[in-house]
């Protein structure tokens, strides 16, 4: 199961939204082994495509050695689909290189980027094998000073 706070699926999607008509991708990183969910990271879609989605290479690599200076790991991969349901394709399975990373779909299809519902769906992919799971969305904590 994948709990994520409002704030955070509110990022996911307003980034789905604006890169709408093309495909918008980053990770949301968290404490390694924590399985939370906290520092949200948006990547640019180095293919610039509608179909298609990539992490430009120097820009993967800055946030890794950054997740691993700060002893995180990307708790959550998210991309978008804006023709499509939220519902990993097979280049999707086979880019899933994190075994303990939800792979979370947000499909624009309905509504590009006007507001209205989004499919936001979530999934485990190990192995090439995609089992979906639920999603709990918890209010955002808020700090004391």
């Given amino acids: 199961m994948l709990s994520i706070t409002q704030e955070l ?3 996911i999607v ?3 939204r604006r890169d709408h008509p093309d495909e918008a991708c980053g990770v949301v990183a968290g404490p390694e082994g924590s399985d939370r969910p906290e520092r949200f990271v948006p990547m640019v879609n180095a293919a610039g495509s509608p179909t298609f989605y990539e992490f430009d290479s120097t ?3 800055r946030l890794y050695r950054d997740m691993d200076a700060r002893d995180e790991e990307p708790v959550v991969v998210y991309h978008s ?3 499509t349901e939220a519902y990993p394709s097979r280049t999707d399975i086979g880019l899933a290189s994190e075994p303990h990373a939800h ?3 947000v499909s624009t299809r309905e509504h590009g980027n006007s507001e209205g519902p989004v499919e936001f769906r979530s999934y485990r992919i190990i192995d090439g094998v995609v089992t979906e799971e639920e999603v709990t969305i918890t209010p ?3 700090s004391t000073p």
Avoid: I, N, P, Q
């Fill in 140 to 142: 955002t904590e808020k």
């Fill in 103 to 105: 792979y979370v779909l």
């Fill in 59 to 61: 820009e993967l690599l």
């Fill in 14 to 16: 307003a980034h789905a």
């Fill in 9 to 11: 699926y509110d990022a």
């Fill in 81 to 83: 689909h804006t023709a």
